[in-house]
């Protein structure tokens, strides 16, 4: 696998630069100084809820919005500039994306094949890899309206993939996708970054930090955190426990009412809580009553991101 | 022994020559939080409608709040709540107003009328945010609004189509927390949901693969039925290095990345976390450190789902 960390070949800047990115919409301000840089070969996720910024971030890197402050960088360029090599070089896979609904999914990819103008023996040599590891080659002459959620997903991506850009920018691919399907989409996401394309993806699933090279938590137009997934996890401040015994629903409503408690979440049969750092004994002491025990746990990037939200509020 | 609040029959639909819910029967107690989990296109979506009286059955029945769906499907919309995966709300007015709006839409008015809309934010926590204009909320309090809004006519039964998607985690706590209070009170809840850690708050599950119901049973049940093999979580340095070697230790089942680690499905027992440690050391791995972990509902529903391509399954 790639290695995040290695530093670009000498003189080469970072593929992906957005530099204090403001965007405003009437009263709301979608973008609010949002920074981050991404080096060739790295799949960078942009991870928060809907709301955030998240697509307006995405479509500033692919020049689709003009920005009330900071600028974007795309392979050295501003976005916006566009040019033909420019364009070819960009791949986007927009939260909404068109499909031709009567059109089966081979006639989809061939059309895009066109519009890409891959030669013959490239679409088809492309198609048939696409087809396999997105596992719709039994569908092909189905048509898109009939396709699932998560295979219409599949079938977007592949069609963003065919003309192979040497960056891609995909807003939320994976939401409203099932679990199984949400695996498959990573694995082929890492597929394509391991033969050295850079991925820009956002997401609201919190889980899905994980699976990044690294990360930006957005919320509010801004970066929550930011940084290698293992890292920001090993950085975290406060505390996490498996709550062990006593009565889950006697034990959550305990747990709401203490301060220094920033968040109870369902962990299998337990509940874990994301503790203020210290808040260990007074939380222990309000729980003894109910039979209940703290257990030190891991944090996930759910209880760093309700933590940091807490400390920015 | 009350009614169930929702039993279904032998309950199918067909398009064309395509079967999208196939011979489902199942039933959910007064109260209970039902949750009903499937790939996208099992037909999760396709079951609702005719549970909430939307679409007529090809064959089988179902009876929700003691209504026959295919035969009263009108009763049956009176006395359910139904909030969609694109519910509609007027954003340039208050939270009240939509409230006020939708109550009126189930023939409630006057005193009457003002009494249940406050009930409704009093139910989905939104009484501070009554005079508020929806359209300046964020997503996770206009999903209340929505519910607030499926609550007005007192139903028996709610069905909440993937409440949740996109929602901040603040905000799904607190949904949640709703729901539950809900059941608490003895309304019936039917949800569905892509997030299976909040799937946990469900006291049972039904899992829908190709149309099929082919799992139903509490949380802990369907872990252990699907998932009888333990799980093994690894986190180090360098864990590429040893994954080759720790599929090929005896009593490995499956290998597969988990996030910045490794999950190993193994038999119980074997190999132990040590056996794992030591495999990876000598990979060159660093930093290893192995525990067991509960199987989750992911590790379930991808048991269930996962096999044998079931999961590409059009609607």
Redesign the interface.
Same mark, same amino acid.
């Given at each position: 696998?790639a290695s995040p960390s290695e530093p670009s070949a000498p003189g080469a800047g970072p593929a992906v630069e957005a530099r204090e990115l403001v965007r405003r919409f009437g009263?709301v301000t979608a973008l609010d100084g949002l920074s981050f840089a991404v080096g060739k070969g790295e799949l960078f996720g942009l991870v928060?809820?809907?709301?955030?910024g998240k697509t307006t971030a995405i479509r500033a890197l692919a020049g689709l919005v003009e920005l009330d402050g900071g600028e974007a960088r795309v392979l050295g360029r501003d976005p916006a500039a566009g040019g033909g090599a420019f364009r070819e070089s960009l791949g986007l896979m927009p939260q909404q994306y068109s499909l031709y609904r009567d059109l089966t999914v081979e006639e989809n990819l061939r059309f895009f094949s066109r519009l890409y103008v891959l030669p013959r023996a490239v679409y088809r040599e492309r198609a048939a890899r696409l087809l396999a590891i997105t596992?719709l080659e +039994?569908?092909t002459a189905?048509r898109a309206e @009939?396709?699932?959620?998560?295979?219409y997903k599949k079938l977007a991506l592949a069609c963003a993939l065919l003309h192979e850009p040497e960056v891609l920018l995909l807003d939320e691919p994976t939401?409203?996708?099932?679990?199984?399907?949400r +695996?498959e989409l990573w694995e082929l996401l890492h597929a394509f970054v391991h033969g050295g394309m850079t991925v820009v993806i956002s997401t609201?699933y919190?889980?899905e930090a994980?699976?990044c090279h690294r990360v930006a938590l957005v919320?509010h137009g801004r970066a929550l955190a930011a940084g290698a997934?293992?890292a920001l996890?090993d950085g975290f401040e406060d505390e996490v426990f498996d709550v062990e015994g006593g009565d889950r629903?006697a034990v959550d409503a305990r747990l709401?009412g203490l301060p220094v408690v920033i !968040? @109870?979440?369902?962990?299998?049969?337990r509940l874990k809580a994301v503790v203020a750092r210290g808040g260990r004994p007074e939380v222990e002491r309000a729980l003894g009553p109910l039979g209940a025990r703290l257990e030190p746990a891991?944090p996930?990037f759910?209880d760093l991101?309700?933590a940091r939200?807490r400390e920015a509020a | 022994m009350t009614a169930p609040a929702i039993q279904a029959v032998g309950l199918s639909r067909r398009f064309g020559a395509f079967t999208a819910v196939d011979r489902v029967s199942f039933e959910v107690e007064r109260g209970e939080i039902f949750g009903y989990l499937?790939?996208?296109? !099992?037909g999760k979506s396709t079951t609702i409608r005719m549970l909430t009286g939307l679409l007529a059955p090809s064959d089988g029945e179902a009876r929700v709040a003691g209504r026959d769906v295919g035969r009263d499907p009108d009763a049956v919309k009176a006395a359910i709540g139904y909030m969609s995966q694109k519910f509609s709300l007027y954003l340039d007015l208050p939270v009240r107003e939509n409230l006020r709006f939708f109550g009126g839409a189930y023939g409630l008015s006057g005193r009457d009328l003002a009494a249940r809309v406050d009930e409704a934010l009093e139910r989905a926590d939104l009484r501070d945010l009554a005079d508020a204009t929806t359209g300046?909320l964020?997503?996770?309090v206009r999903q209340r609004l929505a519910l607030a809004s499926a609550l007005l006519h007192r139903p028996a039964v709610v069905f909440l189509d $993937?409440p949740t @998607?996109?929602?901040?985690?603040?905000?799904r706590?607190t949904f949640w927390?709703i729901i +539950?209070e809900l059941s608490r009170g003895g309304t019936t809840v039917f949800v569905t949901t892509?997030y299976?850690?909040?799937a946990?708050?469900c006291r049972r599950i039904g899992l829908m693969a190709d149309g099929r119901l082919v799992a139903l049973d509490t949380?802990?049940a369907l872990k252990r039925a699907w998932v009888p093999e333990t799980i093994l979580a690894v986190?180090g340095r360098d864990l590429?290095r040893g994954q080759a070697a720790l599929a090929a230790l005896p009593g490995v089942k499956a290998v597969a990345?988990?996030?910045?680690g490794l999950h190993l499905r193994v038999e119980p027992g074997r190999p132990s976390p040590e056996d794992v440690t030591a495999a990876l050391a000598a990979a060159g791995a660093a930093d290893v450190s192995v525990a067991v972990a $509960?199987p989750?509902l992911?590790d379930v529903?991808?048991a269930v789902?996962?096999r044998g391509?079931a @999961? $590409?399954?059009?609607?």
């Open positions: 696998m009263p928060g809820p809907d709301g955030a596992r +039994r569908f189905r @009939a396709l699932s959620g998560g295979m939401n409203g996708v099932d679990p199984v399907s +695996r609201p919190m889980d994980e699976r919320h997934p293992r996890i629903d709401a !968040a @109870a979440s369902p962990a299998g049969a891991t996930d759910e991101f309700l939200i | 499937g790939a996208n296109g !099992a300046g964020p997503g996770g $993937e @998607a996109g929602v901040d985690p603040v905000a706590r927390r +539950r892509h299976l850690d909040e946990e708050y949380p802990a986190r590429a990345p988990f996030g910045a $509960e989750s992911e529903f991808l789902v996962g391509g @999961a $590409e399954v059009s609607p």
